[in-house]
């Protein structure tokens, strides 16, 4: 296995691709468009897949109130997404916020980047997977394989059948490249998007109160010690655990076409897509609820669905339930797509273990099929772990979205320093037309960085209500996340830091002395 540092010069890449300052070669398909590229940014937030998922964990701890934390949340995400927009502008690579936070950092740092995002996307397509399980026996009580769903564990093991089923899917279409994935998730984008309009059309006409709800704690919060701001900062989670994962159209900057102009724009698209549609559904899903009162609203097997089947006729909320499946369907395979982006940008780095063989282009489909085949495999067997441990599997999941947002912070926080240092942004940004903040970077920047911290930490607070009763679970958090970083930096130290370096069989080759 033989690795090399990126050369000082390399050939000008024939898409301006941005991967030149890396020393990468052009080995992966460029095939996909404006729209595709949109799609996989909005389908891994995927507006009917988070809302329905979260809605009665953020309704049953703070009520209508809760809503309140979609536009923060946004308007935070919004200060990261523009950060990551200037990072696309200049390099839509794969694996984005590893080779981001390489870049702007050091080697170390993009590696615990790249290392928490790739174990919390692991993780998160096993979540995904399971809200298969909240759907389908609605739809056909036929798709309830295991008893009737009131055993003890009929509920939780049909729920690892289907997602298990799902996740197979996502492995094959993922191993046939690029193409057949994005015109999979192109179609259930589209689909999609045009089922979350009517939703929340059809809901807005189904009003039975007026916005004075949303400006009242109703009761939430009373006997708290933080009373109604307590109850808030744990129902904002709800919101905090959708809108994530807008980076993936630049992880696939290096199969788009013109990727530093359309990546920037995707991502932006995606964020002001599933803030505005998913923030229309849930105020019309309050104010058309027939009843606030219901217990149902703030249970797991109630929630969003359950006013979607009360306040539409039937065969017609038969109908925005297969929607909802779609709309897992192709989560499912964003995540599953930018999880193995990340390993092969990862691998060809030589900074994962069997680095040459996971990092293997299929010549016929020019994807890396064996990564798609290790994240399925792992995501079905922690899939197992919610027949028995549905509340290790929660905590599991919740400190997955904990990663992601440190990974953030690890590229938004070296940016900074960047910017301080008068570093960055790149001249050429603007002078050539690439998308670029200007004069407001620093104060976006810095908003990006308080917000990834402070949202990190409220995630992270060891709250029985969130983690479960158990201390190990109350803080997972910094246990879990503790355990995983260490077992990581563990081998970075003893092989990673003496192996790390670009695969030959992915370095661009020198421009020779003449030609430079």
């Known amino acids: ?164 089923v799902l996740i197979v899917f996502t492995t094959v279409v993922n191993g046939f490249g690029v193409k057949l994935m994005s015109r999979i998730n192109s179609a259930g984008v589209f689909i999609e998007l045009i089922a979350a309009v009517l939703i929340a059309i059809i809901l807005g006409f189904h009003i039975t109160r007026g ?35 807008f980076d993936t159209a630049s992880s696939l900057g290096e199969e788009t076409v013109e990727p530093r102009r359309t990546a920037p724009k995707a991502i932006l698209r995606a964020l002001l897509a599933s803030f505005v549609i998913g923030g229309a559904i849930l105020v019309f899903a ?60 990862m691998a060809r780095d030589n900074a994962l273990p069997f680095g040459e063989k996971l990092a293997r282009v299929s010549v016929k489909h020019r994807a890396p099929v064996i990564p798609a085949v290790m994240i399925g495999v792992l995501s079905a067997l922690i899939l197992v772990i919610n027949i028995g441990q549905p509340q290790v599997f929660t905590v599991l999941t919740s400190i997955a979205v904990i990663m992601i947002y440190l990974a953030y912070l690890l590229v938004t926080g070296p940016m900074l320093v960047k910017r301080f240092k008068g570093e960055w942004p790149p001249a050429d940004l603007a002078a050539d037309g690439y998308f670029s903040m200007g004069r407001w970077g620093m104060a976006v920047n810095i908003v990006a960085v308080v917000w990834g911290l402070g949202m990190a930490i409220n995630l992270a607070w060891p709250r029985a209500a969130v983690y479960g009763g158990p201390w190990y679970n109350t803080w997972g958090a910094f246990l879990y996340i503790g355990g995983i970083l260490a077992a990581g930096l563990i081998w970075y130290a003893v092989r990673g830091q003496r192996v790390i370096g670009i695969l030959d069989s992915h370095a661009a080759q020198p421009v020779p002395a003449e030609a430079s």
């Open 211 to 245: 916005p004075s709800v949303f400006f009242s704690s109703n009761g939430y919060g009373a006997g708290e010690s933080g009373g109604y701001l307590s109850a808030f900062l744990v129902a904002s989670l709800a919101s905090g655990y959708v809108m994530y994962g």
């Open 286 to 345: 309050v104010m058309a609820a027939p009843n606030l009162r219901d217990e149902q609203l703030g249970s797991a097997s109630g929630g969003l669905q359950y006013i979607v089947e009360q306040v539409m006729w039937g065969p017609l909320g038969k109908v925005f339930l297969v929607c909802i499946v779609i709309a897992v369907i192709v989560c499912s395979l964003a995540v599953h797509t930018a999880g193995i982006r990340l390993t092969f940008a």
């Open 1 to 164: 296995m033989t690795t090399t540092r990126p050369p000082a010069s390399t050939s000008s890449p024939a898409h301006d691709s941005g991967m030149a300052e890396f020393g990468y070669r052009e080995s992966l398909s460029r095939s996909i468009g404006k729209f595709s590229s949109f799609a996989a940014g909005v389908s891994y937030i995927s507006i009917l897949t988070g809302t329905f998922q979260m809605f009665y964990f953020g309704y049953g701890t703070a009520g209508p109130g809760y809503l309140w934390s979609w536009p923060l949340v946004f308007l935070g995400q919004l200060a990261v997404g523009l950060c990551f927009m200037e990072l696309s502008a200049k390099y839509p690579v794969a694996g984005s916020v590893y080779n981001w936070s390489k870049k702007l950092g050091s080697r170390v740092v993009g590696w615990s980047a790249g290392w928490l995002m790739l174990t919390a996307s692991i993780v998160t397509l096993s979540a995904v997977a399971l809200a298969m399980q909240l759907n389908l026996p609605k739809l056909w009580d036929g798709f309830q394989l295991v008893g009737d769903g009131t055993g003890e564990h009929d509920y939780a093991t049909n729920a690892v059948i289907l997602g298990t």
